[in-house]
Protein backbone atom coordinates (compact mmCIF):
# COMPACT_ATOMS: atom_id res chain seq x y z
CA UNK A 1 0.00 0.00 0.00
CA UNK A 2 1.47 3.27 -0.85
CA UNK A 3 2.37 5.66 2.43
CA UNK A 4 1.12 9.10 3.21
CA UNK A 5 2.39 12.51 2.56
CA UNK A 6 1.29 15.02 5.47
CA UNK A 7 1.30 18.58 4.27
CA UNK A 8 2.62 19.89 8.03
CA UNK A 9 1.82 23.60 8.95
CA UNK A 10 4.87 24.87 11.12
CA UNK A 11 4.94 28.60 13.83
CA UNK A 12 5.57 31.60 11.98
CA UNK A 13 8.09 32.92 14.62
CA UNK A 14 6.66 31.58 17.52
CA UNK A 15 7.43 28.05 18.22
CA UNK A 16 4.43 27.59 20.42
CA UNK A 17 2.43 28.08 17.56
CA UNK A 18 2.24 24.66 16.92
CA UNK A 19 -0.61 22.27 17.00
CA UNK A 20 -0.16 19.42 19.18
CA UNK A 21 -1.16 17.47 16.41
CA UNK A 22 1.35 18.42 13.74
CA UNK A 23 4.25 17.59 16.57
CA UNK A 24 2.64 13.83 16.92
CA UNK A 25 2.60 13.88 13.03
CA UNK A 26 6.26 14.98 12.96
CA UNK A 27 7.36 12.55 15.56
CA UNK A 28 5.57 9.28 13.52
CA UNK A 29 6.59 10.45 10.22
CA UNK A 30 9.15 8.20 8.54
CA UNK A 31 10.72 11.21 6.90
CA UNK A 32 10.61 14.76 7.21
CA UNK A 33 11.00 16.93 3.71
CA UNK A 34 11.96 20.19 4.94
CA UNK A 35 12.42 23.47 2.88
CA UNK A 36 15.48 24.54 5.13
CA UNK A 37 16.95 21.41 7.16
CA UNK A 38 18.89 23.92 9.35
CA UNK A 39 15.79 25.86 10.17
CA UNK A 40 13.56 23.08 10.88
CA UNK A 41 16.23 21.30 12.90
CA UNK A 42 15.25 24.57 15.69
CA UNK A 43 12.01 23.04 15.57
CA UNK A 44 12.41 19.81 16.28
CA UNK A 45 14.90 20.41 18.91
CA UNK A 46 12.64 22.64 20.62
CA UNK A 47 10.13 19.56 20.41
CA UNK A 48 12.13 16.34 20.74
CA UNK A 49 11.30 15.40 17.28
CA UNK A 50 14.36 12.71 15.90
CA UNK A 51 12.28 12.01 12.37
CA UNK A 52 15.25 11.88 9.85
CA UNK A 53 14.97 14.57 7.65
CA UNK A 54 15.48 16.17 3.45
CA UNK A 55 15.67 18.95 2.09
CA UNK A 56 12.67 19.76 -0.51
CA UNK A 57 13.12 23.54 -2.01
CA UNK A 58 12.75 25.21 -5.27
CA UNK A 59 16.09 24.38 -6.65
CA UNK A 60 15.56 20.44 -6.27
CA UNK A 61 12.30 19.89 -6.25
CA UNK A 62 12.46 18.27 -9.79
CA UNK A 63 14.88 16.07 -8.58
CA UNK A 64 13.40 15.83 -4.92
CA UNK A 65 9.64 14.78 -6.06
CA UNK A 66 10.91 11.70 -7.23
CA UNK A 67 12.56 10.67 -4.66
CA UNK A 68 9.69 11.60 -2.11
CA UNK A 69 7.22 9.84 -4.48
CA UNK A 70 8.78 6.86 -4.46
CA UNK A 71 9.29 6.80 -0.84
CA UNK A 72 5.43 6.88 -0.63
CA UNK A 73 5.02 4.65 -2.99
CA UNK A 74 7.21 2.02 -0.69
CA UNK A 75 4.57 2.72 2.02
CA UNK A 76 6.78 5.42 3.74
CA UNK A 77 5.27 8.33 5.78
CA UNK A 78 6.57 11.93 4.92
CA UNK A 79 6.11 15.14 6.12
CA UNK A 80 6.68 17.83 4.27
CA UNK A 81 7.20 21.71 6.18
CA UNK A 82 7.95 25.05 4.62
CA UNK A 83 10.27 27.65 6.69
CA UNK A 84 7.51 28.62 8.36
CA UNK A 85 3.38 28.78 8.02
CA UNK A 86 1.65 26.31 5.60
CA UNK A 87 3.53 24.61 3.25
CA UNK A 88 2.33 25.12 -0.56
CA UNK A 89 1.81 29.08 -0.29
CA UNK A 90 4.48 30.49 -2.31
CA UNK A 91 6.77 27.96 -2.22
CA UNK A 92 7.07 24.72 -4.30
CA UNK A 93 5.12 22.26 -2.11
CA UNK A 94 2.32 22.40 -4.70
CA UNK A 95 4.66 20.28 -7.08
CA UNK A 96 4.66 16.98 -4.56
CA UNK A 97 1.73 17.33 -3.83
CA UNK A 98 0.10 17.56 -7.55
CA UNK A 99 2.33 14.79 -8.47
CA UNK A 100 1.11 12.63 -5.00
CA UNK A 101 -2.24 13.34 -5.91
CA UNK A 102 -1.79 12.04 -9.15
CA UNK A 103 0.24 9.15 -8.63
CA UNK A 104 -2.83 7.69 -6.33
CA UNK A 105 -1.31 8.79 -2.65
CA UNK A 106 -3.20 9.98 0.53
CA UNK A 107 -2.78 13.59 1.17
CA UNK A 108 -3.83 14.76 4.26
CA UNK A 109 -3.37 18.24 5.77
CA UNK A 110 -1.97 19.02 9.50
CA UNK A 111 -3.53 22.80 9.23
CA UNK A 112 -1.93 25.65 11.86
CA UNK A 113 -0.13 29.16 11.46
CA UNK A 114 -0.26 31.18 7.89
CA UNK A 115 1.61 34.80 7.63
CA UNK A 116 -1.05 35.58 5.28
CA UNK A 117 -4.29 34.99 7.66
CA UNK A 118 -2.57 36.21 10.62
CA UNK A 119 -1.89 39.16 9.05
CA UNK A 120 -5.40 39.88 7.70
CA UNK A 121 -6.93 38.82 11.10
CA UNK A 122 -5.42 42.38 12.53
CA UNK A 123 -5.48 44.37 9.58
CA UNK A 124 -8.56 45.99 10.23
CA UNK A 125 -9.67 45.65 6.48
CA UNK A 126 -12.19 43.75 5.28
CA UNK A 127 -11.79 39.75 4.93
CA UNK A 128 -15.11 38.69 3.79
CA UNK A 129 -14.01 38.66 0.06
CA UNK A 130 -9.69 38.87 -0.49
CA UNK A 131 -7.20 37.44 -3.15
CA UNK A 132 -3.83 36.74 -2.07
CA UNK A 133 -1.25 37.98 -4.70
CA UNK A 134 2.06 36.61 -3.35
CA UNK A 135 5.37 38.40 -4.25
CA UNK A 136 4.57 40.28 -7.07
CA UNK A 137 7.78 41.06 -10.02
CA UNK A 138 10.83 42.34 -8.15
CA UNK A 139 11.29 44.59 -11.71
CA UNK A 140 9.06 47.69 -11.42
CA UNK A 141 7.97 48.53 -14.35
CA UNK A 142 6.95 44.83 -14.23
CA UNK A 143 4.95 45.43 -11.00
CA UNK A 144 3.64 48.27 -11.67
CA UNK A 145 1.74 46.89 -14.62
CA UNK A 146 0.48 44.57 -11.97
CA UNK A 147 -0.40 46.45 -9.75
CA UNK A 148 -2.20 48.71 -12.31
CA UNK A 149 -4.39 45.58 -12.90
CA UNK A 150 -4.85 45.12 -8.88
CA UNK A 151 -6.46 48.80 -8.27
CA UNK A 152 -9.52 47.40 -10.17
CA UNK A 153 -9.96 44.97 -7.66
CA UNK A 154 -13.15 45.42 -5.38
CA UNK A 155 -11.49 42.41 -2.97
CA UNK A 156 -8.66 42.87 -0.28
CA UNK A 157 -5.42 42.67 -1.79
CA UNK A 158 -2.43 40.75 -0.19
CA UNK A 159 1.07 40.85 -1.01
CA UNK A 160 3.97 39.40 0.28
CA UNK A 161 7.60 41.57 0.27
CA UNK A 162 10.96 41.55 1.10
CA UNK A 163 12.72 43.98 3.16
CA UNK A 164 15.28 44.44 0.64
CA UNK A 165 12.32 45.87 -1.86
CA UNK A 166 9.95 47.55 0.64
CA UNK A 167 10.67 50.97 0.16
CA UNK A 168 10.56 50.55 -3.97
CA UNK A 169 7.33 48.53 -3.31
CA UNK A 170 5.83 51.68 -1.55
CA UNK A 171 6.76 54.05 -4.01
CA UNK A 172 4.87 52.09 -6.74
CA UNK A 173 1.97 51.53 -4.45
CA UNK A 174 1.98 55.61 -4.08
CA UNK A 175 2.42 56.15 -7.95
CA UNK A 176 -0.60 53.88 -8.76
CA UNK A 177 -3.10 53.93 -5.66
CA UNK A 178 -2.23 57.68 -4.56
CA UNK A 179 -1.37 58.09 -0.90
CA UNK A 180 -3.58 55.54 0.21
CA UNK A 181 -3.90 53.80 4.23
CA UNK A 182 -2.53 50.61 3.67
CA UNK A 183 -1.13 47.77 6.33
CA UNK A 184 1.89 46.50 6.11
CA UNK A 185 3.04 43.61 8.68
CA UNK A 186 6.02 42.04 9.73
CA UNK A 187 7.85 39.92 11.68
CA UNK A 188 4.09 38.44 13.08
CA UNK A 189 4.48 36.42 16.13
CA UNK A 190 7.80 37.06 16.93
CA UNK A 191 9.54 39.85 19.49
CA UNK A 192 9.78 42.92 17.18
CA UNK A 193 6.20 41.97 15.70
CA UNK A 194 5.07 45.03 14.13
CA UNK A 195 1.81 46.09 12.29
CA UNK A 196 1.64 49.95 10.96
CA UNK A 197 -1.86 51.13 9.08
CA UNK A 198 -0.48 54.36 8.08
CA UNK A 199 -0.83 56.31 4.63
CA UNK A 200 1.51 55.17 1.89
CA UNK A 201 3.81 58.24 2.01
CA UNK A 202 4.43 58.17 5.87
CA UNK A 203 5.24 54.05 5.45
CA UNK A 204 8.03 55.50 3.41
CA UNK A 205 9.05 57.91 5.10
CA UNK A 206 9.31 55.55 8.28
CA UNK A 207 11.78 52.70 5.95
CA UNK A 208 13.71 55.28 4.67
CA UNK A 209 14.59 56.64 8.36
CA UNK A 210 14.87 52.93 9.41
CA UNK A 211 16.05 50.27 8.17
CA UNK A 212 13.45 47.94 6.84
CA UNK A 213 13.91 44.12 8.38
CA UNK A 214 12.07 40.74 8.24
CA UNK A 215 9.29 39.79 5.52
CA UNK A 216 6.57 42.11 4.61
CA UNK A 217 2.79 41.24 4.25
CA UNK A 218 1.21 44.21 2.30
CA UNK A 219 -2.75 44.63 2.29
CA UNK A 220 -4.68 47.02 0.31
Do not use: W
Not at 14 to 32: F, H, M, S, W
Not at 113 to 119: D, E, G, K, N
Not at 185 to 206: G, P, Y
Amino acid sequence: MPGTLYIVSTPIGNLEDITLRAIETLKKADLIAAEDTRHTKILLDRYQITTAMTSYFEYNKIQKTEYLIEKLKEGKVVALVSDAGTPGISDPGYKIIRVAIDNGINVIPIPGPSAMLTALTVSGKPTDKFTYEGFLSNKSARRKNQLIKLKSEERTVVIYESCHRITKFLQDVLEVYGDIEIVLARELTKKFEEVRREKVSALIAHFTATKPRGEFIVII
